[in-house]
Every structure is written in structure tokens, then in C-alpha cells.
């Protein structure tokens, strides 16, 4: 059974503001020593299991120079361009009705965020080899959950059924949405949660037959879709019909209704690299906490994130402070309110200044 991967590349990175911008996100960010950027990352953490050829990405047209550049050995027929934005379960089955077209229903499709990171890559392939193998045997949905080491509230959470487990996979009870922190501490006391890393696994036809289950309209419209793939009326019909479906999460949409889902335990180093902390798990520090780049100098500073150009930024006497220094926008943070920074670009498009977005 041919292994096939939906990229999904279509977000905006509002927390690395100022260097995630409307035209050049976080997924096209380098944040790491190698300077690949982070989807780079995920297109060769997956070659093991599936090559450039099957690899699917689901993008906005205004990313798609991007893709083109930073994927040059992408097909092009495998960009897949989203005429509005519809959340991830839309824009999962659009991925999955050209996954159809082109190989058929009898297709493994893995759907991966392209803004992750992962430590430990082949440990992440092994676990996707068996989420593969058992999204194989018959209608199974598959997830792939990471233990959890904190009580985290940024995070889904997917509660498991220990008792109840084919090959490594257990069977999902449910998923829960962010909780409280309260509500967390109980999570990660139980033994019987995972964080839910946005990391699916199953073959195409499975997750069409829920989406004609649970989300019939949109099902049909896929069916549409599907048809005009790869013929001149392809473009036509993907503007006419996708603007209409509901926009909505998978997991809304179908992960919690169904119950045919799985999932597999990673341990493999997973980060959603959802803000500018995570700079603090992905670079080391040095001796005074602080992780830096450009033109710095620090005096009496610790435990700071500094971001800089050539410009040089000189901090003295700061802690627990975020710096982002870009050509024509300062970030200047506290590190406890970090989640405060989509209020800035809120300001920004009440205030009408696009140009900072």
C-alpha cells in the first residue's frame, strides 16, 4: 500500500511576531543552527516513509512562491492551493480528493503540521511506521499522541483506553480541548492522557467514509472536487465549491465524533514551537541563561531571548525578557506574556496597519 503525506502549510505563526509575517510565516522560518527552515525539516524527517513525489502540500496561493522555492523537488500538481482559508478539516479533505485522483482511495495518507520540530527523527519514523501499519488494517484513524512531562494548557489532550490496545495503538476515549491548569495537573497524574501533536495517520478512503458520516456536505463537495482534478475545470470548480464548506477543525469536525481512532505514544522530541519560549528548547544558552543572535551585548541580563540583524542591541540589567529586533518592527516582551502578542496584531488591524502584520 503506497504511503502518501499531506503537509499542511497554510497558517500565519501570529505568536513569532515580528519575524512571522503575513508573507513569510513560521513554517518558512529558520530557527535552527542548520538553517533549514522548519517545513524543510518536516519534508526530510518523512523521506524515510515517503518520497518528495508523494508528498502533498496544502498552502494559501499567496505561500505558493514560498513552496516552490524552499521545495523546489515538490511536484508541482502536489501544491495544493486553498482559495480561502477553512481550518484544518476542510483542508484535510481537499488534500485527501487529490490524494484520491492521483493514486485512489487504497492510499496511506499521513497529515503532518509543517511548523513542528522533532529531536529524535528516527525514533519519530519508527512510530509512524506503526501507525501506518495499523491505519492498514482496516477503517482505522490514527493519531500520534507525545507523553507528556508538564501539566501543559496549550495543548488538546486525547484521553486513552490503556486496556484496549492493537499493535502499539490504544483506543481513543476522547479528546479534551486546552484545559485549566487544575484540570492539566489531573490529566498528566492519570496516566491515561496524551497531548494530541496534530499528527495523523489513515488511508484516504477511512477518512472519506467519516466525512460522508459526519460531515456529509462537505463530502459531497469533495466528491466534486475529486472529479475535476487534473482537468481543465479543476481551479474553476476548487473557487466555486470550497469557499462554502464550514470552517472547522478536524478534530471538531470528525476526530471527536468518530470511534475508530487510535493512538500511538510518541517519545521522540516532539515541540510545536508555538512561541518565542520555544527558542529556549531548541538553542542552548549561555552561561547567564540568555539565548542570543546578531549584534548583542548584555550587561547584568539573564534568561533573555534576544533576536537581532546587524543592528546592535545592547540590554543591561534585564531578566526574563524577549527581544525581536527586525528591519522596520521591535518585539520587546516579558517572557510570562508571551500569549499577549496576537493583542498586538490585533491593535495593528484595528489601527489599520497592515504593513506591520
Given at each position: ?23 513569510l510565516p513560521k513554517q518558512f522560518l529558520s530557527l535552527t543552527s542548520d538553517g ?287 527581544v525581536v529586533d527586525t528591519e522596520d518592527a521591535t518585539l520587546i516582551c516579558a ?18 496597519r497592515d504593513e506591520y502584520l
Amino acid at each position: 500500500m503506497k504511503n502518501t503525506a499531506l503537509i499542511m502549510a497554510g497558517g500565519r505563526g501570529e505568536r513569532f511576531w515580528p519575524r512571522s509575517r503575513k508573507n513569510l510565516p513560521k513554517q518558512f522560518l529558520s530557527l535552527t543552527s542548520d538553517g533549514k527552515t522548519l517545513i524543510q525539516l518536516t519534508v526530510e524527517r518523512i523521506l524515510p516513509l515517503v518520497g518528495r513525489e508523494d508528498m502533498f502540500i496544502s498552502t494559501n496561493e499567496d505561500y505558493l512562491p514560498l513552496v516552490r522555492q524552499q521545495l523546489p523537488d515538490i511536484p508541482e500538481e502536489n501544491i495544493i492551493c486553498e482559495p480561502v482559508s477553512r481550518n484544518t478539516a476542510p483542508g484535510i479533505g481537499l488534500g485527501a480528493a487529490y490524494i484520491a485522483k492521483k493514486y485512489g482511495e487504497e492510499t496511506v495518507m499521513i497529515v503532518l503540521p509543517s511548523d513542528h520540530l522533532i529531536k529524535y527523527n528516527q525514533m519519530f519514523a519508527a512510530t509512524l511506521r506503526d501507525a501506518v501499519q495499523l491505519a492498514e488494517k482496516g477503517q482505522n484513524l490514527v493519531t500520534l499522541g507525545i507523553t507528556p512531562d508538564e501539566a501543559e494548557t496549550g495543548y488538546g489532550y486525547i484521553k486513552f483506553r490503556p486496556d484496549e490496545m492493537e499493535d502499539r495503538g490504544y483506543r481513543v476515549d476522547h479528546f479534551a480541548e486546552k484545559p485549566s491548569l487544575e484540570l492539566a495537573k489531573e490529566y498528566v497524574s492519570s496516566d491515561e492522557y496524551l497531548w494530541n501533536s496534530g499528527i495523523f495517520v489513515w488511508k484516504v478512503s477511512t477518512i472519506m467514509k467519516e466525512f460522508e458520516r459526519f460531515m456529509p456536505d462537505v463530502h459531497e463537495g469533495l466528491s466534486v472536487i475529486r472529479d475535476a482534478v487534473s482537468t481543465s475545470q479543476e481551479e474553476e470548480i476548487v473557487r466555486k465549491i470550497y469557499p462554502g464548506f464550514p470552517s472547522i477543525s478536524i478534530d471538531y469536525g470528525i476526530m471527536e465524533k468518530s470511534d475508530r481512532i487510535y493512538t500511538i505514544p510518541g517519545n521522540f522530541g516532539w515541540d510545536d514551537v508555538g512561541s518565542w519560549l520555544a527558542i529556549e528548547r531548541i538553542q542552548r544558552s549561555n552561561e547567564y541563561g540568555n539565548i542570543s543572535s546578531g549584534n548583542v551585548i548584555t550587561v547584568n541580563t539573564g534568561n533573555c531571548i534576544i533576536q537581532g540583524r546587524d543592528k546592535l542591541i545592547a540590554m543591561v540589567g534585564m531578566e526574563d525578557t524577549i527581544v525581536v529586533d527586525t528591519e522596520d518592527a521591535t518585539l520587546i516582551c516579558a517572557k510570562n506574556s508571551t500569549a499577549d502578542i496576537k493583542k498586538v496584531l490585533e491593535n495593528l488591524k484595528i489601527c489599520n496597519r497592515d504593513e506591520y502584520l
